[in-house]
């Protein structure tokens, strides 16, 4: 059972894993000669600071987190933040929520109105607090996607008002301190939308003025490119003093001459979006490394950090791992995770780079590697990966052909390291075509002879050679069997805290929020937001909720719905069949089922409501509660308002979506309330 396999009488080490040994490397010493292509590790002239690796919950992907029971949540939580033990992951970045749709689903304002502030909604406080509890170290670093209506100050734009924008961001910043004793390290302007420098100013100048203990520095602009945020530093000496770090999306690990004369730190503050099978785990293995050997950045966050929403919403399962059926308890820690750990497991913020060429450097034969070293100097970690560009394919952008082959290397260390006589191995092989994987695997030591490591790297691959030793898979047991949404389904809302999102409703459009009220109905749901907010996506319509499961064909849905008459909505509905979530809810289909109070009652085909199915005046009134039914059964649309039979129809025919989830909400924006959902099968 060799983990050492002497590929010729001299000298150059393959590390061969069995699978089912512990895997101590037996040091054979004597090294001579060895790979042909050498590279050699100098650690005396060190520039640029390695600062982390992290995981971005934005566009409600950690929505079905929350509800995970306690001891698989935990395990889940374990897995991404506590180290030495899975990802380990060094920061966390977080949508400040704007009430609209950022990808999966609309995250929650702190300030719906300009008289409102509250610290309670959604779950990136709790996310935030439990990545601390396991690291108190880890980086902090919030961005707004969306923003509500009247942060425009009357125009659709953030830029309009630079003192309210920042102000908005400041209070978020001084409410996580307040509320959760969570200090921000870094802040965002605005997702992938354009800036103005006025803003950034704005923000730094109200940022230090404060009252902060300390004050989180600014990434710009987390946009697509590197310009025209380079340019603009380069011209503008107060704007490069507002601006510490250049953040940029998807730069497929390259960089500008530009970026680089800015001085500043660059990182890549929003990639990866891959689904997480091994190709996902290649892209991201191969983009850790190469954003700083091509581009020189030096940190990257994976969108997103978990997969915690409906497997049917946009971009299905593209965080490091899988987590999003809490009613089973079932998740994935999917390969990401194990290929996250081979970097933050042994090199942490404030390490630092070896410079390209003298320990950092694509090679030869395909691949890369890194090196990093910590703050003293005392401790060295390479990171070598070499991922064939068909297995690690990421979703943007196009990556260009290339060959990896199998090579020899050898890796010569020089100054300091020199003397050592041995390195800790964790190696990683991704499978394909029904092959098995190694994901993390504690290889036990290899040699150092004269300050030179011989390896022979196979193809996708990853390894981290390292003095600092440790390295732990975590392994937590019992992950329950996955199941499907359960029915019938039931929620009263009564067991929750004020203010926060029902958990299993995924709110698309509009902010829904539990509400305490002094009626026999105790907890409602409310729709929050009054007036259509600055959208992330390009168009919005009517607040919009979905829950449950996508292969739902015939179904069975009950709700209470009150209408008032102050900032009310003028409509709300039920509805079945629903195919579409995300930036393009706008142009939902299905069996929604609405009633307009001084109306009547309208079916349609759409959220929208451009295919009406039937309609009937009726005498509704607002401040009263009705119970809405909607039956979609045998091919037809059956409801009933109050118990009294109100529509039968025929259930539209294919092209319309003949399955899909339930959903709620408003016929526009305006407050509506909501209780006693159930769901049960039409039978
Ligand atoms: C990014 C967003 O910033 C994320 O919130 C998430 O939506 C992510 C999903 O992949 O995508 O936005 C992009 C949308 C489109 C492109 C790049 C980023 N694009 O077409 O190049």
Known sequence: VGFVNVLNASTVYKVVPTRNEAGRYNGIGGLSGGG?????????????????????SAGATSKLLMNYPEEQRNQILDYLFKPGFGASLQMLKVEIGGDAQSTDGTEASHMHYPWDENYQRGYEWWLMVEAKK??????????????????????????????????YVVKFIQGARKYYNLTMDYVGIWNERPYSSKYIKTLRQMLDEAGLDRAP???????????????????????????????????????????????????SSEDYSSFNDNVGAGCWARILNQNYVNGYMTSTISWNLIASYYEDLPYARDGLMTADSPWSGYYRVDAPIWVTAHTTQFAWPGWYYAPQGSGSSLLKDGGSMVSLVSWDSTQLTIVIETMSRNHSMCIRPYLPEYEVRPQNISIQLQGYFAQLTSMFVHYSKLGFDGEDSIL?????????????????????????????????????SNIPPQKPFPLPYMDDFES???????????????????????????????????????????????????IGNTSWSDIYVELDVYIGTVNATSGAYVAARVNKGGCESF??????????????????????????????????????????????????????????LVVRIAAPVSPAPQNGFVALGTADFGLADFDNLKIADST
């Open 496 to 546: 929750y805290q004020e203010f926060m999102e029902p958990f299993n409703l995924a709110q698309q459009v509009g902010a829904f929020e539990i509400i305490k009220t002094t009626s026999s109905h105790g907890n409602v749901v409310r729709q929050m937001v009054l007036e259509a907010p600055i959208f992330w996506c390009e168009k919005e319509t009517s607040p919009f909720n979905i």
């Open 134 to 167: 396991r690291n108190s170290d880890i980086l902090l670093y919030c961005l707004p996607w969306a923003f509500p209506a009247w942060i425009g100050a009357r125009k659709r734009d953030p830029s309009n008002d630079p003192e309210l924008t920042a102000s």
């Open 36 to 56: 042909k292509d050498v590279y050699v590790v100098k650690t005396d002239n060190l520039e640029r600071r390695f600062l982390g690796i992290g995981g971005l």
């Open 440 to 476: 993390f695997k504690d290889m036990g030591t290899i040699p150092v002879v004269n300050g030179t490591i011989h390896l022979s790297l196979g193809v996708d691959e990853m390894y981290t050679l390292n003095t600092i030793g440790g390295g732990r898979k975590g392994n937590s």
């Open 217 to 267: 520095k600014i990434v710009a602009s987390d946009d697509l490119g590197w310009e025209p945020i380079a340019s603009d530093i380069l011209a503008d000496e107060e704007l490069a003093k507002a601006v510490d770090i250049i953040g940029v999306h998807y730069p497929g690990t390259t960089t500008t001459q530009k970026a680089i004369d800015t001085g500043k730190p660059l990182w």
């Open 587 to 644: 142009s939902a289909e299905g069996v929604f089922f609405f009633i307009f109070p001084g109306q009547g009652i309208i079916v349609t085909g759409d959220l929208a409501r451009t295919k009406e199915l039937y309609k009937q005046d009726m005498n509704i009134s607002t401040n009263t509660w009705y119970k809405m039914e909607l039956l979609v059964k045998d091919g037809q649309v059956i409801c009933l308002l109050n118990s009294k």
